[in-house]
């Protein structure tokens, strides 16, 4: 069982007027959703990397998400509301490939089939559909000191509570130098690389259909520099070592680090 609390711009009951014909605030009323899954995964390890399968389901009590309505005077009120539930049914992958001491690759998707019913909040409010989504990451040390890093991300269309969520695909870039070997790093990330992290909803239930459309500043370039101070602590026997196989339909990252 997990929970999974809204954030604050979904609680926060005032009202955003920047759009005079489409207002929004948060529901301080919203309610944690609780969800409950089963999960039965295989993992496969080798010397060049691992590969695991796995497959799910989920019953999230109380989901909630955007709610769209009309106010009497023809504007548009969207605010956030809990849903009766959502269920969803899945299968997610993941491989994690050392082609030699330089060049590693990681890989993951997840496929999933989603039921939502919003029977509390209007009669007949449901909406159901595939889904999937995937993420690759490809780091390459092409000199010693010098390390570039690559990521894409692809979020597929799927249902939300009064309508569908359009695909949306981006790519991040990353290089590492390192000053002082395991020591002192300076690193250089660049988001969002070809500015394709637009968001598209429809929303279509009765008597309603309305497209949403948000543009993020996703493309930025963020410059660091770390240096690490005394050893690295090692991990015992019972310490984790690597990466972990299927999430179960957990949400792909949407960042990435060096």
């Known amino acids: 069982m997990r929970v999974n609390r809204p954030r604050e711009r979904a609680l926060n009951p005032v ?7 489409s207002l929004r ?29 796995a497959i799910y389901a989920k019953r999230t009590d109380g989901m909630f998400s955007r709610y769209l309505t009309v106010e ?15 269920q969803r049914i899945g299968a997610s992958g993941n ?32 909406q159901s559909g595939f889904g999937w989504q995937g993420r690759g990451n490809v780091m390459w040390q092409f000199q010693p000191k010098h390390q570039l890093q690559v990521t894409f991300n692809h979020w597929g269309a799927g249902p939300t509570g009064q309508g569908y969520r359009k695909g949306i695909s981006y790519l991040d870039m990353a290089y590492k130098y390192d000053i002082i070997p395991k020591k002192l790093f ?3 990330r660049l988001s969002d ?31 660091s520099v770390q240096y690490d101070f ?9 310490g984790r070592k690597g990466s972990r196989g299927g999430s179960g339909g957990g949400s792909q990252g949407a960042g990435m680090e060096l």
Do not use: C
């Not at 009202?15 to 014909?21: A, G, H, K, L």
């Not at 605030?25 to 695991?52: C, M």
């Not at 394709?196 to 410059?223: G, H, K, M, P, W």
């Not at 005394?230 to 019972?238: L, N, W």
């Open 25 to 53: 605030k948060g529901n301080p009323e919203l309610k944690p959703e609780i969800t409950h899954s089963v999960e039965l995964s295989a993992v496969q390890y080798s010397r060049k990397g691992s590969i695991s399968a």
């Open 95 to 126: 491989a994690m490939l050392r082609f030699s001491k330089t060049l590693s690759i990681q890989a993951s998707a997840d496929a999933f089939y989603t039921e939502i019913s919003g029977e509390n909040l209007q009669v007949g409010l449901s």
């Open 193 to 223: 690389v070809f500015n394709t992290r637009q968001f598209s909803y429809i929303q279509d239930s009765r008597n309603l259909y309305v497209t949403y459309d948000r543009a993020r500043e996703s493309q930025i370039l963020y410059l």
């Open 15 to 21: 009202i955003d007027y920047s759009n005079p014909q």
């Open 72 to 86: 009497p005077n023809g504007i548009l009120m969207m605010t956030w509301e809990n849903f009766d539930l959502r």
């Open 186 to 188: 300076v690193s250089m």
């Open 230 to 238: 005394g050893a690295k602590e090692s991990k015992g026997r019972g």
